[in-house]
């Protein structure tokens, strides 16, 4: 979810760019936070209560009145220490796993952060932010916890995540304590299918219409179900009969294939026939046909399943710009 | 930052806000006060912001209704007033998250506006717990970030508060001991407009009623040494010489004391007062003083003016002797003041004098003596007093006969200027009682007293105190008795009193009265007698760094060692093992690792796994362990050294 930021945080990420702020170069998982750095500045709100507390001890050390005295200097020591507690909740943190499912363009990416505490606090109140986008999280000592960011994407790709910011500005809201994080991670991002009613294009081989017999009547055995077979294929009546997973595989479309050609797409532009491309994978995968992609630089196939569609929409994700 | 602000956080914040306006609430007039509980509480139940323009009406009506309290002028208490105004229309706004920053921010400065007005324990005991909400009220406020989760902490962050405020107090106390603090004054505090209730430049009739109720300390005295009997115990506040008929006031105007002050005729008495704010620029001393005390400076009428008006309590010591001769001779402008009487009032009181003058020739002694006789004869004393005329002095002395210190100081200055006699009104304190726990005398507000001064040839400015001629069995009603009717809690309760006033005289030494010199000589038992301001600072620095170390190491720490000395003691062993480079992995269970250290040690295969299916037993199988199984298991586990890996069995370090 956005946030506006408030100007001391946009003063910090200004301040981010600077060549001495730690961490100088992108850092591979796991990511410990230490102590160097974290950085402290305080909130809007703090600046307006120190100045608050700034005139409270000039006052009573102007009028040596000691209550005044007294109760400026606790609360004084009160911030202080509120101080010292969001910089040690973020020291000992570490980044153990970012994690993300490829997504096609235009559609939110979920990054998940897996994240873990050393020592025995309580870690309360950490933002992740990403960007424009947030998500919050608290720590026990000894768990990990997973939190999940919605990355807008607008190109296919390698997206890349730039940095993360790890804060709180708990307990008292007078000051952020933060951390950037500059993962290597790199982030994939599918090709935008194109949208609209595409056909696939006519297999080869036989020369038979896909279309003339239902699925019932096409010739096909069962065999047992190995791991990784679409839950589609698996015949249940046949299973329950038999008592174990039975799928049923088509002799037809295992024999026939379909043939997803670069070069047969001579009238769409570079990245339309990209999208086409990566339509055709998906409707062909959701099929259930075997398929090849053929492109300029790579052969991928035949095959079906979510291992070659995903190894042909990576193709078609990072085929270079033209 | 518009968001609106849920109904617990508001409630909590407003709570916050209410609780620091409290004190300040206590120093401004009584009726000021209710009006602004009456709007700050309508602020709280109304749920939906009001229209700007209703809101701009009702802040412009509580601004004037202060001004008018405070009559226009601009001193400490208005702008008191006016914070606290503030501070009660802000429920009215409250209803975002900025709101609610802006309102704990102005709500933290109200204690301390507070104690700008007065610095009792009362007032500091208020403003902690208003403290304590403020903080509880940050940090909900701190929680609150747009889609983020509802808190599952909420026991945890009154916890943290509480831990937060005890973690303070060392840098707290750093600070407030060894912050430097500044010898004298920057700049000066503003007076407040309306003076408080006590002696004044004025003597009126009606201005002693007030004052006769009230009795909270005006000084307290602390006597070195011997202490003055308590007949002599007058203290001299201010010297009226004008009488216009009703009123006495000033008149001639003191100068600075020229030349050297009188000669004690007994041992003169040390004593060190601490007199309460009066917000007037005089001090009180014992009956006469002798030398100017630090803050003030001793005029020609023997009273002592202050440099700055009194508004905080103030201690210095003084000097005085019971009886002084004081042999100075009288400027004919001093004679012509102490001589005039108003013309065409208290004819009677005139033709008295005037027949005894000529009984008494030129005998000023028996002149006094004869109408302290009179005084003894026909009058009495009480404090319920019928309303003179404009023939004051005549009424008191010939029709009503009775009256309080104010009739008979008025009515027998009056006959010695009608006889010739210079004489004025001294206007202070009388008597006072001791305070057996602390050892000191409590003068009250309620023991102000007048008296007379006569001027005899020879021997100057005596006292004569006509008030105390009057027969003891005239004494028709005192002041104690006054004080015994209107007071809530029977006499019996005047040791708790006692009690009290002797702790609040505690409070104002230790607490209030630590300033600049007394930090100065806070380092005396390190050997420095005097301390300098970078002195003091590196002893700040010190001090603060202890009290962050402290924290830090609290801080640091987490949550305590787990108590089971089972489970302390397999932690230590796994410290151990990892000393010797056999780290436990936080997801191995006890009978892996102990199966992989067996295989690191093979000298200690047996033992290794013996401990660690023992613990994992204890541990994760139901039953418990007997007890001297589990106590020999805790022994062994503390027992245990890793040896090296190829030393030869048998061989222990």
């Avoid at chain 1, 591979?28 to 230490?34: A, K, N, R, T």
């Avoid at chain 1, 804060?167 to 991002?189: D, I, K, M, N, Q």
């Avoid at chain 1, 096409?218 to 077979?229: C, F, I, K």
């Avoid at chain 2, 295969?605 to 362990?625: D, K, M, V």
Wanted: with cysteine; charged share 20%; aromatic share 8%.
């Amino acid at each position: 979810m956005a946030r506006s930021r408030d100007l001391i945080e946009r003063f910090s990420e200004r301040l981010a760019g600077l060549p001495l702020v730690r961490p100088r170069r992108p850092e591979s998982l796991p990511i410990v936070i230490d102590r160097r750095r974290v950085y402290v500045l305080p909130t809007a709100f703090g600046l307006f209560l120190a100045v608050m507390l700034l005139a409270m001890l000039l006052g009573g050390l102007n009028y040596n009145n000691n209550p005044a005295l007294l109760l400026a200097f606790l609360i004084i020591a009160v911030a202080h220490n509120s101080l010292v507690h969001a910089h040690l909740t973020l020291v000992g943190l570490r980044l153990i796993a970012l994690h993300a499912e490829p997504v096609p363009a235009g559609q939110p990416l979920l990054l998940r952060a897996a994240f873990e505490a050393s020592g025995n606090r309580v870690r309360a109140g950490l933002e992740l932010r990403a960007g424009d986008e947030e998500a919050f999280l608290d720590l026990m000592p000894g768990e990990r916890t997973e939190v999940v960011l919605a990355l807008p994407t607008q190109r296919r790709g390698w997206l890349a995540l730039g940095r993360l910011r790890i804060s709180t500005v708990r307990p008292f809201g007078l000051a952020r304590a933060w951390s950037w994080l500059r993962p290597e991670s790199r982030l994939l991002v599918y090709p935008a299918p194109e949208a609209g009613v595409v056909p696939l294009p006519d297999p080869g081989g036989d020369g038979q219409s896909r279309r003339t017999r239902s699925h019932g009547e096409q010739p096909h055995h069962l065999r047992e179900y190995r791991t990784g077979d679409a839950l589609r294929q698996i015949a249940w009546k046949s299973s329950a009969r038999a008592d174990r997973l039975l799928v049923r595989e088509y002799e037809a479309t295992a024999q026939r294939e379909l043939d997803l050609d670069w070069f047969t797409l001579g009238t769409l532009g570079h990245e339309a026939r990209i999208r086409r491309l990566a339509r055709w994978v998906i409707d062909a995968e959701r099929q259930g046909s075997r398929y090849r992609l053929r492109l300029p630089l790579a052969v991928i196939g035949p095959g079906s399943g979510a291992e070659h569609r995903h190894a042909c929409l990576r193709a078609l994700a990072l085929m270079p710009d033209g | 930052m518009a968001e609106p602000l849920p109904s617990s956080v508001r409630a909590w914040c407003l709570a916050a806000a209410m609780a620091c306006l409290l004190p300040l609430l206590l120093q401004v007039q009584a009726p000021l006060a209710i009006s602004l509980l009456v709007v700050a509480a309508a602020g709280i139940a109304m749920p939906r912001p009001l229209p700007v323009l209703v809101r701009l009406l009702l802040f412009a009506s509580l601004v004037g209704y202060v001004l008018a309290t405070h009559g226009l002028n601009l001193g400490r208490d208005t702008g008191c007033a006016m914070l606290a105004a503030l501070l009660a229309m802000k429920p009215f706004e409250t209803h975002k998250l900025r709101d609610a920053r802006s309102l704990l921010g102005f709500s933290m400065f109200a204690p301390f506006a507070a104690f700008l007005q007065d610095q009792g324990p009362a007032s500091l005991l208020l403003a902690l717990p208003a403290v304590a909400l403020l903080l509880h009220a940050l940090a909900m406020l701190a929680e609150q970030r747009p889609g983020a989760p509802a808190v599952r902490l909420q026991r945890q962050r009154a916890r943290t508060i509480g831990v937060a405020v005890v973690m303070a107090l060392p840098l707290a106390l750093a600070g407030f001991w060894l912050f430097p603090r500044l010898g004298s004054p920057l700049w000066g505090l503003p007076e407040n407009t309306l003076g408080r209730s006590g002696l004044g430049e004025r003597m009126s009739p009606d201005q002693w009623v007030e004052m006769f109720g009230d009795d909270s300390p005006a000084l307290r005295v602390r006597f070195e040494g011997a202490e003055p009997a308590r007949q002599d115990l007058y203290w001299r506040g201010q010297v009226l010489w004008a009488f216009d008929g009703q009123t006495w006031s000033r008149g001639l105007s003191p100068t600075p004391l020229r030349g050297p002050p009188g000669q004690p005729r007994v041992e003169p008495v040390r004593y060190e007062v601490s007199l309460e704010p009066t917000d007037r620029r005089y001090l009180v001393m014992l009956d006469l003083p002798l030398a100017s005390p630090e803050p003030g400076y001793l005029r020609s009428d023997y009273t002592v003016a202050s440099h700055e008006p009194v508004g905080q309590l103030l201690k210095y010591t003084g000097v005085s002797s019971t009886d002084t001769r004081v042999a100075t001779a009288l400027s004919p402008e001093e004679e012509r003041a102490a001589l005039s009487l108003p013309a065409g009032v208290n004819p009677r009181m005139r033709a008295l004098a005037a027949q005894w003058r000529e009984e008494t020739a030129d005998d000023d002694v028996a002149m006094v003596r004869r109408a302290l006789e009179w005084i003894g004869e026909d009058f009495a004393y009480s404090l319920s007093v019928p309303p003179t005329g404009r023939n004051a002095v005549d009424d008191f002395l010939f029709e009503t006969r009775v009256g309080f210190c104010q009739h008979f100081s008025s009515a027998f200055t009056n006959l010695m200027r009608a006889a010739g006699i210079p004489s004025r009104v001294v206007l202070g304190y009388a008597g006072g009682y001791r305070n057996r726990y602390g050892d000191y005398w409590v003068v009250r507000r309620m023991d102000a007293h007048a008296w007379s001064e006569v001027w005899l040839r020879g021997r100057g400015w005596v006292r004569v105190d006509p008030t105390a001629a009057v027969a003891p069995e005239r004494v028709l009603d005192t002041v104690e008795d006054l004080a015994r009717g209107e007071a809530l809690l029977p006499s019996s309760f005047a040791p708790l009193f006692e009690i009290g006033d002797w702790a609040r005289r505690n409070w104002n030494d230790l607490v209030l009265g630590f300033n600049a010199a007394r930090q100065a000589s806070l380092l005396r038992p390190l050997g420095i007698d005097r301390a300098s301001g970078a002195q003091l600072t590196a002893a700040f620095a010190v001090g603060a760094g202890l009290a962050l170390a402290l924290t830090l190491w609290v801080l640091v720490r987490g949550r305590p060692a787990p108590r089971d000395p089972l489970v302390r003691a397999w932690q230590a062993f796994t410290r151990r093992l990892h000393r010797a480079g056999l780290a436990k992995h936080p997801w191995e269970a006890p009978l892996s690792f102990g199966e992989r250290v067996a295989l690191a040690l093979p000298a200690q295969a047996e033992l290794l796994r013996s401990l660690s299916r023992r613990y994992a037993s204890w541990r994760y199988a139901p039953g418990e362990l007997a007890a001297d199984d589990k106590s020999r298991l805790i022994a062994e586990l503390q027992r245990y050294r890793p040896v090296a890996a190829n030393a030869p069995p048998g061989e222990h370090r």
